[in-house]
């Protein structure tokens, strides 16, 4: 009987392990449909678990925006007391920055922020830190973004996490510094980022980060021409 049942826990874990490998590949279809078997086997599966997996699907696989965001919103834990509870509330500030929604950004923000110090886990922490530089950064406030770059990366670089979430707080950072005139600190770094990339041979970052700069120098050069116009 004993063993059964630490059968079922090992395959219940390698499940788990293997949802989250298709998340952080982006693949949210495939991590809804292996959370999905799980709950129809009945192996001891989590329903808020897959429900947080299930609207991720919706959002970034689906394009079902609203509906992810009233499923999270239904969900949602009025307490956070545990990982899931984190991730749930960490996804809807990230599903609002999507679409722009500040004030909403800003309240989940705070909502995390707040309950930081009950987080032990330093790679769902730098997740959250970095979805706030992101967010600031989207809601055009450079500094403040700089600010959490600072944070998540002091985190990573202690913590030796330098996988994809990496890279992206680095092209944040990248763009922070060119947004806010520090452009001798920011081609610095983008001169270490672009041997980094080189070393792990990660060619998507690198021409996503030239894509992201060629965008900032279009919009420096618009302001340009309403400052001439003016």
């Known amino acids: 009987m004993e063993s059964e049942i630490s059968k079922t826990n090992d395959s219940m874990i390698l499940n788990i392990q ?14 809804f449909l292996l959370s ?15 429900e947080w997996v299930k609207s991720l699907a919706e959002f970034y696989s689906c394009n079902n925006k609203k509906t992810a965001i009233q499923l999270l ?15 749930i509330i960490n996804s809807l500030m990230g ?29 769902l922490l730098v997740i959250i830190l970095g979805n706030i530089s992101n967010g600031y950064y ?11 770059c600072e944070k998540t990366i002091k985190i ?6 330098f996988d994809f979430k990496f890279s992206k707080i680095i092209m944040i950072k990248i763009m922070n510094l060119l947004y806010l005139g520090k ?9 270490d980022f672009e041997a980094f990339l080189k070393i ?18 279009e919009v420096e050069n618009n302001e340009k021409d309403v400052k001439k116009a003016l």
């Open 18 to 31: 293997k949802i989250f490998k298709y998340l952080n590949q982006l693949q949210y279809e495939e991590a």
């Open 73 to 87: 919103e239904k969900i949602k834990p009025n307490k956070l007391e545990n990982e899931i509870h984190f991730r």
């Open 95 to 123: 599903f609002y920055i999507e679409i722009e929604d500040e004030q909403n950004f800003l309240k989940y923000k705070e909502e995390l922020i707040s309950n930081l110090h009950i987080l032990d886990n330093n790679d």
């Open 138 to 148: 989207v809601f055009k406030n450079y500094t403040k973004s700089l600010e959490y």
């Open 200 to 217: 792990t041979n990660n060619l998507s970052d690198k021409e996503y980060l030239v894509r992201a700069i060629k965008k900032f120098k």
């Open 36 to 50: 999905s078997k799980i709950m129809e086997r009945k192996d001891s599966g989590d329903q808020l678990f897959h």
């Open 156 to 161: 990573m670089q202690t913590n030796k996490i």
């Open 183 to 191: 452009v001798e600190k920011a081609k610095n770094l983008q001169k």
